[in-house]
C-alpha cells in the first residue's frame, strides 16, 4: 500500500490549516535556544580554566611532547626485563585477586540489592546508598587509604581493586536481576522450591553470562589500574614504570609501556574465549 507524496501546494494549506503541527510551539525555542546557549556558555568556561585558550602553552606542550617521544625510541629494557616481567606478574596478580574479592562480595549484595528479591524499600535504600558510596570513591583513593591501614605494596592495590568495584558490580548485577523473566522463577517456586532454589535456578541461570561479561570486562579495566596504583606505592609494573620516568629513563619506560599493551590485548584475548566458552558464539 503507497501514499502520494503531499504537493508544495498541500503542503502550504496543511500548514495554514494546522499551525501547531508544522510550527514547534515558542516555549520549546526558547528552551531549546537556552539549552544550547548554557551549554555555550560551559564549554568556554572549562576552556578558559583549563588553559585551552593559551595556544602558545600548547606548542610548546607539543614540542615537549615530541621530545620525549623521540627519547622513548628506541624501547629498551636495559637489563631489566626479568624485573619488569615479574612486575607485570604481580600487577595481574593484583588485578585477579582484586577482581575476585569484587566478584565474591557483589554476587550476593547484587541479588539482595534486587527488588524482585528483596523487596523491602529500607533495605533496597540502604544497599544503593552503600553501593554509592564504594563506587563513589575512585580506586586510586581507596589505594592511598589502604597503603596508610596496610603499608605500601601489592595487598593494598588488591584492597583498592576489591572494594571500588564491589559496588560497580553489585549496582550492575542488582539491575541484571531486575530485568530477568520472572515466568522462570515463578516455575520454580510453583515446584515447591525454597528461596535460594528459586535464586540458584530460576534466577542465577538467566543473569550468569551478564555476571560473567562484566565481570571480565572489569578484570580487563583492573589490569590498567593496577598500573595506576602501583605508580602510588602500590606495587607492580606502576612502580618500575614510576621509578623509570622519575629518573628520566624514557627508553626503559617506553619497554614498559610496550610490555602493558601486550599484557592488556593477551587479557583481552582470554577473556574474549573465557565469554565464548560459558555464553556461546553469535552465529
Known sequence: MSFARPTAAELTQL???????????????????????????????????????????????????????????????GGYLGEFLLATLETLSMAFLGTLIAFLCALPLGFLGATNVVANPFVHFGL?????????????????????????????????????????????????????????????????AGRLAVIRFGMLPQVLPVLLSNTLY????????????????????????SDRIRINEWGQASCIILIILVTVFLIDKLSSSLRHAVIGRRS
Open 15 to 77: 500548514s495554514a490549516r494546522y499551525p501547531d503541527i508544522f510550527r514547534e510551539p515558542l516555549a520549546l525555542r526558547l528552551r531549546r535556544y537556552a539549552l544550547l546557549g548554557a551549554l555555550a556558555l560551559l564549554l568556554a568556561f572549562c576552556l578558559q580554566r583549563t588553559g585551552f585558550t593559551d595556544l602558545s602553552t600548547i606548542a610548546k606542550g607539543l614540542g615537549r611532547l615530541g621530545e620525549v617521544l623521540a627519547f622513548m625510541l628506541p624501547p629498551r629494557a
Open 218 to 241: 572489569y578484570f580487563e579495566s583492573n589490569t590498567r589500574s593496577a598500573t595506576i596504583l602501583g605508580i602510588v606505592g602500590a606495587g607492580g609494573i606502576g612502580l618500575q614504570l
Open 128 to 192: 544503593r546508598r552503600l553501593f554509592d558510596t564504594l563506587r563513589g570513591v575512585d580506586a586510586l583513593i581507596w589505594a592511598l587509604i589502604f597503603i596508610n591501614v596496610v603499608g605500601l605494596g601489592p595487598f593494598a592495590g588488591i584492597l583498592a581493586i576489591g572494594v571500588s568495584d564491589a559496588g560497580v558490580l553489585a549496582k550492575l548485577f542488582a539491575e541484571a536481576v531486575e530485568n530477568i523473566d520472572p515466568r522462570q522463577a515463578e516455575g520454580v517456586r510453583a515446584s515447591g
